[in-house]
């Protein structure tokens, strides 16, 4: 299956033509690390593009959300937009309960966005709240910020319920510093409350062949996982720069078989 249309597209893409350049420019103007978010956000030309996102009665929580998703649009795009697209196949085998990566040191693009197939992930932005089909998660890696030797500081943020026809998406963020030598217990088996790791838990979902994600532990292992099979299987990357198909990206993309 084709790569879909990404909640880059639809909802930052335009940001590209005079925004982004706008931001990267202040930046360098302040002397600013842009792709430090704390520096980022406090840079005028990203306040006011935050504000053109959010509406004026948003609560802070949404706020903060929005702003992550404007820090990560800016990294993936800063960082050449690496897209990867799992097929459902890899995506199975990176949901298992337990998954052994050895002794691999992490690695990962600086930014990328990690898309998976169509409503087989699902995920919610609060206990309380409905499941949504997860679309992919956008991902920065980067040196933690005290210490650029000390390990790899790990921000990711799930994108729920995206459509075409929605004006809006779910969000729901996570971030933490990794030591890149010592990621294998974090991925292995993912902590889940009196259930196993990436089970069903919507009604009847079961027949669908749904997996939910209910825990971070559960989204980080997956982020952990996903970056081992690619770092690890060279062989099963197929770059995409050309796909017809209706409703497609039209970013070049890496499927991942």
Do not use: C
């Not at 706020?63 to 995506?91: H, I, K, N, P």
């Not at 971070?216 to 996903?226: H, K, N």
């Amino acid at each position: 299956m084709p790569a879909r249309l990404t909640p880059y597209e639809l909802i930052l893409e335009p940001l590209e033509s005079e925004d982004f350049p706008a931001i990267r420019a202040e930046g360098e103007q302040r002397g600013s690390d842009v792709h430090r978010r704390d520096q980022f956000l406090l840079l005028g030309h990203a306040g006011a593009t935050l504000d053109q996102m959010v509406a004026e009665d948003a609560d802070p929580e949404s706020l903060d959300e929005y702003g992550e998703l404007l820090y990560q649009g800016f990294e993936f795009w800063s960082y050449g937009r690496r897209l990867y697209s799992f097929t459902d196949a890899v995506t199975a085998a990176l949901t298992e309960p337990y998954y052994d990566i050895g002794e691999w040191i992490f690695a990962a693009p600086p930014a990328s966005y990690l898309q998976f197939p169509y409503q087989k992930l699902w995920a919610r932005v609060a206990a309380d709240a409905p499941y949504e089909p997860l679309d992919g998660v956008f991902v920065v890696a980067a040196d933690t910020e005290n210490r650029a030797d000390s390990g790899v500081h790990l921000r990711a943020q799930m994108v729920l319920g995206l459509r075409p026809d929605r004006p809006g998406v779910s969000l729901v963020s996570y971030r933490d510093d990794l030591d890149p030598l010592r990621v294998a217990t974090r991925a292995a088996r993912p902590w889940r409350a009196e259930d196993v790791p990436y089970a069903n838990a919507i009604p009847g979902g079961e027949r669908m062949g749904y997996r939910t994600l209910a825990t971070t532990s559960e989204l980080e292992a997956l982020v952990i996982r996903a970056f081992h099979y690619l770092d690890t299987h060279p062989d099963r990357l197929e770059r995409v720069t050309d796909d017809p198909s209706k409703d497609a990206t039209h970013l070049p993309y890496v499927r991942v078989r």
